[in-house]
């Protein structure tokens, strides 16, 4: 890339870090540190800035850089993430944001155990909390570190850029969760909800004018520069050579569709609006702005594959992680062009802005987590409040140097790919224990941690077990093979299983259910009687 790019990109990166820092510091003046200051914001913001951050969290670097890559490379099949993506919000608007909004204070373990004993279900759902949000992280690592090795060049300064972008997004979450909590974390998120929908609403009207808004005419110019005809436009590019690759698309597809459920940075924001009626408005105005973002998704990804040409976005990221830059570039006039260098500083921008925005909303979830369910559960409850947002503290530091490191060795897969694993382990493992814990009257303590572990344990293991990690190469370590999974998705075999295994612990538990206090919980999720 040119002096150009590079230049203006750097100084729009600079830009938005320093207003991000300015709001964390602005708002962690005068805060009296408290556990509900640091985990929900105060529950202060209205439903529209719930809804407007949600989609912010939401909205992550797979969304921005990975679906439309898969899009220019996959066609059809690319466009099968999208339909993942939002139809998983059904999930949470039907079953979950209510519920959990009334019956938990500050984590997902919050909802669970209030009618369990508290301490083996608490270690187990933050356990699988972490986990989900260390992977969900390294998706972000990733996008940044292929946006910046783009605009830098992927040879000398550009490869050690690439790592030090890792380093550098890891870095500035810690600062922006430690100092700020969730109320700097929410304001920066819907600030970067409105740069990435308005950024979005541009390119795609810039698509859309080159082919004279005929949209059989993008799909059209699409399918010829694929170098796949037809095939680029119907089921099957990516996921229907064989038996193996049909599985893998019903695997990914009830990852997508199950997963957002169960994410933890996605539950805890219903915790930051003050009544189970703002959750479910949040969740519409999420559902709104974050459906009108995927459909473009879809837009610039054919778009990308029409002007762009897949050879070169691959050529660019093998993953496809940088179509949608790539394309910017080429819509703003090309590399040599005025126009080019703004549109594509300015959509690069934005992608960092994404990636800083959702980290550090993970962060926080992960760090609530370590300090509210693990650390409150290996300690005495005396003085606890205090302790608890220092250990988030300093476990935002941790769960950062974790999510660098897996950031710099996944660093060549693509970012959509690797939210999808995400999607799997959080359906596997905290989706059935949710689900279970709000409707199933006779669900025990035992069935509860079961239905953690008996998710959380076989995603994870089939994970490294499937070509992600070895044996092909395009896996993390292509020199060896402990490859004995075929599928590279293992929600189809985990996913059952967590229910199977609540199912069995419960069954099989000798502790009797505690009736009185699935009433309890009952009431209090259906009407919020007594909610925090």
Same mark, same amino acid.
């Given at each position: 890339?040119?002096?150009?790019?590079?230049?203006?990109?750097?100084?729009?990166?600079?830009?938005?870090?320093?207003?991000?820092?300015?709001?964390?510091?602005?708002?962690?003046?005068?805060?009296?540190?408290?556990?509900?200051?640091?985990?929900?914001?105060?529950?202060?913001?209205?439903?529209?800035?719930?809804?407007?951050?949600?989609?912010?969290?939401?909205?992550?670097?797979?969304?921005?850089?990975?679906?439309?890559?898969?899009?220019?490379?996959?066609?059809?099949?690319?466009?099968?993430?999208?339909?993942?993506?939002?139809?998983?919000?059904?999930?949470?608007?039907?079953?979950?944001?209510?519920?959990?909004?009334?019956?938990?204070?500050?984590?997902?373990?919050?909802?669970?155990?209030?009618?369990?004993?508290?301490?083996?279900?608490?270690?187990?759902?933050?356990?699988?909390?972490?986990?989900?949000?260390?992977?969900?992280?390294?998706?972000?690592?990733?996008?940044?570190?292929?946006?910046?090795?783009?605009?830098?060049?992927?040879?000398?300064?550009?490869?050690?850029?690439?790592?030090?972008?890792?380093?550098?997004?890891?870095?500035?979450?810690?600062?922006?969760?430690?100092?700020?909590?969730?109320?700097?974390?929410?304001?920066?998120?819907?600030?970067?909800?409105?740069?990435?929908?308005?950024?979005?609403?541009?390119?795609?009207?810039?698509?859309?004018?080159?082919?004279?808004?005929?949209?059989?005419?993008?799909?059209?110019?699409? =399918?010829?520069? =694929?170098?796949?005809?037809?095939?680029?436009?119907?089921?099957?590019?990516?996921?229907?050579?064989?038996?193996?690759?049909?599985l893998d698309f019903i695997s990914l597809g009830l990852a997508l569709v199950l997963g957002t459920g169960g994410l933890p940075h996605i539950l805890s924001r219903f915790y930051t609006v003050p009544t189970a009626r703002a959750a479910r408005r949040s969740a519409l105005w999420a559902i709104g702005l974050i459906g009108g973002f995927y459909l473009m998704t879809i837009v610039l990804g054919f778009g990308?594959?029409?002007?762009?040409?897949?050879?070169?976005?691959?050529?660019?990221?093998?993953?496809?992680?940088?179509?949608?830059?790539?394309?910017?570039?080429?819509?703003?006039?090309?590399?040599?062009?005025?126009?080019?260098?703004?549109?594509?500083?300015?959509?690069?921008?934005?992608?960092?802005?994404?990636?800083?925005?959702?980290?550090?909303?993970?962060?926080?979830?992960?760090?609530?987590?370590?300090?509210?369910?693990?650390?409150? =559960?290996?300690?005495?409850?005396?003085?606890?409040?205090?302790?608890?947002?220092?250990?988030?503290?300093?476990?935002?530091?941790?769960?950062?140097?974790?999510?660098?490191?897996?950031?710099?060795?996944?660093?060549?897969?693509?970012?959509?790919?690797?939210?999808?694993?995400?999607?799997?382990?959080?359906?596997?493992?905290?989706?059935?224990?949710?689900?279970?814990?709000?409707?199933?009257?006779?669900?025990?303590?035992?069935?509860?941690?079961?239905?953690?572990?008996?998710?959380?344990?076989?995603?994870?293991?089939?994970?490294?077990?499937?070509?992600?990690?070895?044996?092909?190469?395009?896996?993390?370590?292509?020199?060896?093979?402990?490859?004995?999974?075929?599928?590279?998705?293992?929600?189809?075999? =985990?996913?059952?299983?967590?229910?199977?295994?609540?199912?069995?612990g419960t069954v099989t538990s000798a502790e009797p259910p505690d009736e009185a206090k699935h009433a309890e919980t009952e009431v209090r999720s259906l009407t919020g009687a007594g909610a925090v």
């Open positions: 890339m040119t002096g150009g790019h590079q230049t203006l990109a750097l100084l729009l990166f600079s830009a938005f870090v320093a207003v991000t820092l300015a709001i964390t510091t602005w708002v962690s003046r005068g805060r009296h540190g408290s556990a509900e200051e640091f985990y929900a914001g105060g529950r202060l913001f209205s439903p529209m800035e719930n809804g407007f951050a949600i989609a912010g969290d939401y909205a992550s670097a797979a969304s921005f850089l990975g679906v439309p890559g898969l899009i220019a490379l996959f066609g059809y099949d690319g466009v099968l993430y999208v339909v993942g993506f939002l139809v998983g919000w059904l999930v949470v608007l039907f079953l979950v944001a209510e519920l959990v909004r009334n019956c938990g204070r500050f984590t997902l373990a919050d909802v669970v155990a209030a009618r369990m004993s508290e301490r083996p279900v608490r270690i187990a759902a933050g356990t699988s909390s972490v986990t989900v949000s260390v992977l969900y992280l390294v998706a972000q690592m990733v996008g940044a570190g292929s946006l910046v090795a783009l605009l830098l060049g992927r040879t000398g300064a550009g490869g050690a850029a690439q790592a030090w972008a890792v380093i550098g997004v890891g870095a500035l979450m810690v600062v922006y969760v430690s100092l700020g909590g969730m109320r700097a974390t929410t304001w920066i998120q819907i600030v970067k909800a409105v740069l990435l929908l308005g950024g979005t609403v541009v390119l795609t009207v810039l698509v859309m004018v080159r082919f004279h808004g005929d949209l059989d005419r993008l799909l059209r110019a699409a =399918s010829e520069h =694929s170098g796949h005809g037809e095939a680029f436009l119907a089921p099957g590019l990516k996921y229907g050579g064989d038996w193996t690759a049909r990308a594959a029409a002007i762009v040409g897949p050879q070169a976005v691959r050529g660019a990221n093998a993953a496809g992680n940088t179509a949608v830059p790539l394309l910017a570039l080429d819509l703003g006039g090309g590399a040599a062009s005025t126009g080019g260098t703004v549109l594509f500083a300015v959509v690069a921008a934005v992608a960092f802005a994404t990636i800083l925005a959702v980290v550090a909303g993970i962060t926080l979830a992960s760090s609530a987590s370590v300090a509210h369910d693990l650390y409150a =559960s290996l300690r005495r409850r005396g003085g606890r409040q205090r302790g608890e947002v220092a250990v988030a503290r300093i476990a935002a530091v941790g769960v950062g140097v974790v999510a660098i490191g897996l950031g710099l060795l996944a660093r060549d897969l693509n970012v959509a790919f690797l939210v999808g694993l995400a999607f799997a382990v959080a359906a596997s493992a905290n989706l059935p224990v949710l689900l279970y814990s709000l409707f199933w009257r006779g669900f025990t303590t035992r069935g509860a941690v079961w239905a953690v572990y008996g998710g959380l344990v076989p995603a994870l293991g089939l994970v490294v077990l499937s070509p992600v990690v070895s044996g092909s190469p395009d896996s993390l370590f292509p020199g060896v093979d402990f490859q004995y999974f075929p599928l590279q998705n293992p929600g189809i075999v =985990s996913i059952p299983l967590g229910f199977l295994a609540g199912w069995l």
